[in-house]
């Protein structure tokens, strides 16, 4: 059964998709391919997409952001779809507006997978 996260994300890229085709745009969903560190490829657009359950508006870009080429960050756009838990809304966030607002922190990731192997199990269905 698929995460929350995951249908989030796939309910967000598919009203992008829909969304670009209704502004005479073809996208493609480039997620996944070799060298592509955006989600879609539409007309002259690298469009990251974001889909959040809320209305709450912050989130993670990755680190290949810093290792865009001037011509690929003059084509690059954030998409977040916001609000999908009630009435999606779309808000585009263009180039010029993100590499001027972005702010770099650190963070340490646990890898997939190593969580289960980690800690110990504890049953704390007895505690409510």
Known sequence: MPSNNTITEKRALDLV???E?????KPVDVRG???????IESGNRLIEVKGI???RLDFW???YLSKFSKEESSRYY???VYNL???PCLKIIAPNEIFGNVEKVLMYWIRPGMVKKLGRDT????LQ
């Open 123 to 126: 049953d704390v269905c007895d």
């Open 21 to 25: 085709r209704k502004q005479g745009r």
């Open 33 to 39: 391919k070799k060298g592509k560190h955006w989600d």
């Open 78 to 80: 954030v998409y977040v």
């Open 53 to 55: 359950g809320g209305q």
């Open 85 to 87: 838990d009630r009435k």
């Open 61 to 63: 870009l990755t680190e």
């Open 17 to 19: 998709i829909k969304y």
